[in-house]
């Protein structure tokens, strides 16, 4: 059988209210509410742009529960050809939509979502939207290798170069109540120019001894942590620098981020659901000094 690398991303769950009257609720209790509907055969179809997502699957479990998010498409449809012959349209029958599907689990422990990587079925942007409902707003923050969050958020280290390429958005109420001035003025410039990809290097005067020449605004960090849920971030290299000891460290915000790699055995174009549930436990199991790390004691107040 043909085998097939299939990527798996952790992603720290974060419900909040954007109504001052609403009751504190929790990624767990949005899909809990999911869990009833579907177990009731009701809708769990939301439109996001121009796409319908549904779950396609969902279960509660020991630690959480397990599911699968599925997007329908009907425009843009692809063409079925040969090498070197002639195209067709697919054909689909009346009310029918080609399906992306993503296999995913959520660890209710540290409201861990961890979801298979497939870019034609939705991103951790839009799952956030799919989890979000009425007055309850869901973000998915990626989990990055803790030492470089540590570093980061230390308060004698700062930044020295930053480098980004970020895409232009696509939805802007995904914008809305954004914190940091520095992430307004790339929404600005991405809308305003019509600009596919942006690409920044920002860079401190490494000759200078004086702080506020030699890095960059102290306040980039907190920004860089609202880029990161707010923008589809293709690149983000950092070089920091402790102004105490002047030792400097190389962080990858896009590289470092927390994922699972697992070779599955595929029949016919799709891999089988068992294997995709055994590498999702795999992927905890495998990632989780990682998650203790990152996430600390579960007794303890939170590190991010």
Known sequence: MPQKNYNFDFYGCATTNSSPNAQP??????????????????????????????LRHIESTDYGFKGIIGKHRANDLPHAAVIGGDEREIAL??????????????????????????????????????????????????????????????????????????ARP?????????????????????????????NLSLRGNAR?????????ASTLKGALRELQTKFDVKKCKL???????????????????????????????YPPAFEMWSALDEARSEKENELANYFGDLNQARLA
């Open 239 to 269: 070089l920091l620098e402790n102004d105490e000891t002047l030792i400097t460290h190389p962080v990858d915000l896009v590289a470092d981020r927390l994922f699972y790699v697992k070779t599955i055995e595929v029949e016919g174009r």
């Open 25 to 54: 609720k929790t990624t767990f209790e949005i899909l809990n509410s999911m869990l009833t509907k579907f177990g009731n055969g009701d809708s769990t179809v939301k439109v996001i742009g121009s796409n319908s997502y549904e």
């Open 93 to 166: 029958a009346p009310n029918e939509n080609l399906l992306e599907k993503a296999y995913f689990t959520f660890y209710s422990d540290y409201s861990v979502l961890i979801i298979q990587r497939n870019h034609f079925c939705i991103s951790s942007a839009n799952m956030g939207k799919y989890l979000t409902e009425s007055a309850y707003v869901t973000v998915l923050n990626p989990i990055i290798e803790a030492a470089d969050l540590q570093w980061l958020m230390n308060n004698h280290v700062q930044i020295r170069t930053a480098e980004f390429a970020i």
């Open 208 to 216: 200078s001894d004086v702080a506020e020449e030699r890095y960059l």
């Open 170 to 198: 696509t939805n802007p109420e995904l914008f809305n109540d954004v914190e940091h001035d520095f992430n307004n003025s790339i929404i600005s410039t991405l809308n305003g120019t019509g600009t596919a990809v942006l």
